[in-house]
């Protein structure tokens, strides 16, 4: 049973930091891309952020460039969304997806994970103070 659990959200102060992580479960890990999406209330799903689990390419959405960085612990099979510099308006439900591709990440395909990804459940990650 493929099988993707995200965690590490919860209430953080404006500037303030949080490590998400999306352990996977149920399939080979080899040669996937994995990214990270957030919704907010009333709001489209956002795609932030991709890494290609095969060789480590990433990219990033402009909205957070520079302030989250994603990484991968293959042996963990585990993917981790760094948040540094935290605004309220990050304030969203934090969801994980992935999809198979042996190749290079140049630029994140978000539309790709939404139409044939599978997805985790999400964590929330609120930004106030």
């Known amino acids: 049973q493929v099988l993707l659990v995200e965690s590490g959200g919860g209430l953080v102060q404006p500037g303030g930091s949080l490590r998400l992580s999306c352990a996977a479960s149920?399939?080979?890990?080899?040669?996937?891309?994995i990214a990270w999406f957030r919704q907010a209330p009333g709001k489209e799903r956002e795609g932030l952020s991709c890494?290609?689990?095969?060789?480590?390419?990433?990219d990033y959405a402009d909205s957070v460039k520079g302030r989250f960085t994603i990484s991968i612990a293959s042996a963990k099979k585990t993917v981790y969304l760094q948040m540094n510099s935290l605004k309220p308006e990050d304030t969203a439900v934090y969801y994980c997806a992935a999809f198979i591709d042996p190749g290079v990440v140049t630029s994140c395909p978000y539309r790709t994970f939404i139409n044939r990804g599978f997805w985790g459940q999400g964590t929330q990650v609120t930004v106030s103070s």
């Open positions: 149920g399939f080979t890990f080899d040669y996937y891309f």
């Open positions: 890494i290609s689990s095969s060789e480590g390419s990433t």
